[in-house]
């Protein structure tokens, strides 16, 4: 999923109340003393025999955890006799940055965004693949080699987002009358602390299918302004459509609404909006699978034309800890079996040059993703603010919502982007396109 949590970066703790120095000097030797006994146990377990073990932290829960620790991670432990404690958290990315503030990083971590780890990267925390991982197994718009020449992360799991679903049984004139009523769309903004998300997407896709993936590129990596013609165009593209700033039940309710839910209306009686913007990971929710969910491209829908690139983005997998066993992890992660074994739950999608297109792939839906992931006609442009460096792409989520709730603001809200994408020692990614 394309939740983007905060950055790396954590606040500094307040001031705390003065204590005497008797209980602050206590709490101190029985903090040493419990961490000499935890060294201590721990080295017992060693001598013991006992299997070794790797941390990784990733954003899956529920049923998606289920999913990978049956298919991916027991049989890893099951091979090498390594134990694998793993951490899912919704709120990945602060759970990392506390984590790495602390000195006490988990040895692999899967994350959404390029752009958080390339910071990572530059503060030395991540640790090269290139003798762990075939570059040639995964394009460069989903290993992407940094300015240092090293290549730091690669997917586990891929998705497309340049799509539009809709209910099975709607025609072809239903569905082109449906674009052209916001209230036909199915919005839902909210995503906890990464809410806007799911806006930023549709402007970045409007933006990819307009005008190309060079333009898209340019932006995405830093080069082109947020108040040019071409930005600023898929913006107001994105107000005309779902109905910003004539519609204001409808604005209220996507303010209001998770993204997990913005589809529930589908499935109703009567039946509320009918198409939705988003990645094929939505597919799952129970309204489009109630409604047996069917997609057409964006570009297709929205422009009538064939896509020329395809909005894509993953989870990715890189190396903060290295230690034999976090290194027989990325090995395992990056292989094609276990790429393999992950598609087969249409959890998601590998992009592992090893594997057909449409492995593991069962109904149509996943097969035809499948194949467009692979699309030779066409590029494959990283999500751009999953690219973007953590502070601009959560001040994109946020002005994305307050461009819903406020369209007069846009020019302000452009500007201050603007400002924040010059300030100095930002890391942006050099490529976010594969350019097939």
């Not at 694998?84 to 506390?98: C, I, K, P, T």
């Not at 799509?163 to 036909?184: F, M």
């Not at 992950?342 to 057909?356: D, I, Q, Y």
């Not at 959560?394 to 819903?404: C, G, S, Y």
Request: charged share 20%.
């Amino acid at each position: 999923m394309s939740a983007r949590p905060g950055g790396p970066a954590t606040a500094a703790p307040g001031p705390r109340p003065r204590r005497s120095r008797r209980p602050v000097r206590v709490v101190t030797v029985v903090a040493s003393c419990l961490a000499v006994l935890a060294a201590v146990a721990v080295a017992g377990v060693r001598a013991l025999g006992h299997e070794p073990s790797v941390t990784l932290l990733a954003n899956w829960t529920g049923g998606d955890e289920r999913h990978f620790r049956e298919a991916v991670i027991e049989p890893f432990e099951r091979k090498y006799r390594i134990r694998v404690d793993y951490q899912g958290s919704n709120a990945e990315s602060q759970v990392l940055g506390a984590d790495v503030e602390a000195g006490t990083p988990p040895d692999v971590v899967v994350l959404t965004g390029p752009g958080e780890l390339a910071e990572y990267a530059r503060q030395k925390h991540l640790v090269p693949l290139e003798d762990l991982v075939r570059h040639a197994d995964f394009g460069p718009s989903w290993a992407t080699p940094l300015t240092d020449g090293h290549v730091y992360w690669f997917p586990l799991k891929a998705d497309l987002k340049s799509i539009v679903w809709y209910p099975a049984g709607l025609g072809e004139r239903e569905l082109r009358d449906a674009v052209r009523r916001p209230a036909a769309w199915c919005v839902g903004m909210g995503s906890g602390a990464t809410s806007g998300w799911p806006g930023t997407d549709w402007i970045e896709d409007i933006l990819l299918q307009r005008h190309g993936p060079a333009v898209y590129e340019r932006w995405a990596s830093g080069g082109l302004s947020w108040r040019s013609p071409q930005v600023k165009s898929a913006w107001t593209a994105w107000r005309g459509l779902i109905g910003a700033g004539g519609h204001p039940d409808l604005v209220r309710r996507a303010l209001k609404t998770p993204y997990q839910s913005a589809s529930d209306p589908v499935a109703a009686r009567p039946r509320g909006c009918l198409l939705e913007h988003q990645a094929s990971f939505i597919r799952g929710r129970p309204a489009w699978r109630q409604t047996d969910g069917r997609y057409v491209s964006s570009a297709e829908l929205l422009f009538g034309a064939a896509p020329r690139a395809w909005e894509v983005s993953g989870d990715l997998v890189a190396l903060l800890h290295d230690t034999p066993q976090a290194r027989k992890l990325i090995r395992h992660l990056a292989s094609a079996d276990a790429q393999r074994a992950w598609s087969e739950g249409e959890s998601g999608f590998s992009v592992h040059a090893g594997l057909p297109p449409a492995a593991g792939s069962g109904s149509a839906w996943h097969r035809s993703l499948a194949l467009a992931l692979r699309d030779e006609k066409a590029a494959h442009c990283f999500d751009a603010s999953d690219a973007m460096p953590p502070a601009v792409r959560d001040a994109f989520a946020e002005a994305a919502i307050e461009f819903l709730a406020h369209p007069d603001r846009l020019d302000r809200l452009l500007g201050s982007l603007d400002t924040l994408s010059g300030t100095r020692g930002l890391t942006w990614l050099p490529s976010v396109c594969d350019r097939t």
